[in-house]
């Protein structure tokens, strides 16, 4: 029976005997409506969850979110060249879908982490919009997740990485991290677009860097303040005209690389 046809005194009657629904108190439709489906999902397996998935009830807003039952993260799975800037108590569960966009991301993640439970491939995302839209603390949890299934995630925010990579040239440990850049099981890169960089980083570390992990099918999840494509790509060429063939093919592999999914909704998480 869909939640439309029940009766408004069949749900409050369920949601007044969940423990965790009942001391809640509102006249608002929607939010009887989520009230009711987290009541029923306690009884009754709800059809859209996998079978290792619960809901999580938000209360501000009100809101449902999805967490998988049992897992425990490793946070040693979790590195980084220099500062790791990433939010360590991030959880998916946590990420409030109150939005299309947001539910079609967090959706993205499920299937993202699900693949890579059953050893399978997964294209990754590229995450854009404007600040406080949770980009940051949606990665953060997408490192915590594939800890649980011993994935080493690689988190860099983008300037940390360009001036590491800058002085690697003086301590000569610039090959060895390409390699790691290149070979981790899952690379982050946060903010990508939010400085300028320089000609060794761009071109002879991100590029390639790009274009390995294209062909060997590694994770790879990027996050732009820049919503159009268009607008990173002039980010990266540093306004000389002169890179915009280089840049264009390497944006064209990000694309390959991974989906772009666009945050438009505002939430400090």
């Excluded at 949601?15 to 929607?30: A, C, L």
């Excluded at 897992?71 to 959880?91: C, H, N, V, W």
């Excluded at 299934?149 to 300037?159: A, D």
Aim: aromatic share 8%.
């Amino acid at each position: 029976m869909e939640i439309n046809e029940v009766s408004l005194k069949e749900k409050m009657e369920l949601i007044s005997k969940n423990k965790d629904t009942k001391k809640i108190k509102t006249h608002n439709q929607f939010e009887i409506n989520i009230l009711y489906k987290y009541a029923l999902s306690k009884i009754k397996k709800d059809t859209f969850l996998q079978s290792n998935q619960e809901y999580v009830l938000n209360l501000d807003p009100l809101s449902l979110s999805i967490r998988r039952i049992g897992a425990e993260q490793d946070s040693t799975k979790i590195t980084s060249f220099g500062p790791l800037s990433y939010y360590k108590e991030a959880r998916l569960d946590n990420f409030l879908a109150n939005s299309l966009e947001r539910q079609l991301l967090l959706s993205k993640a499920l299937e993202i982490i699900e693949n890579v439970k059953n050893s399978s491939y997964s294209r990754g995302l590229l995450i854009s919009g404007d600040i406080r839209t949770g980009k940051t603390y949606f990665l953060s949890a997408i490192a915590n997740e594939l800890s649980k299934y011993e994935k080493e995630t690689l988190f860099m925010y983008s300037s940390d990485l360009n001036r590491i990579i800058n002085g690697s040239l003086f301590d000569k440990t610039l090959e060895d991290k390409v390699e790691k850049l290149k070979n981790v099981d899952c690379l982050v890169i946060d903010d990508l677009g939010n400085c300028v960089y320089s000609l060794l980083f761009r071109d002879e570390v991100l590029n390639p860097v790009i274009n390995y992990r294209l062909v060997n099918k590694k994770l790879t999840f990027i996050s732009s303040n820049f919503a159009q494509i268009s607008d990173l790509s002039n980010r990266l060429i540093n306004d000389d005209p002169n890179y915009k063939v280089i840049v264009g093919r390497m944006m064209a592999k990000v694309l390959e690389l991974c989906e772009p999914i666009i945050l438009n909704t505002k939430y400090k998480q």
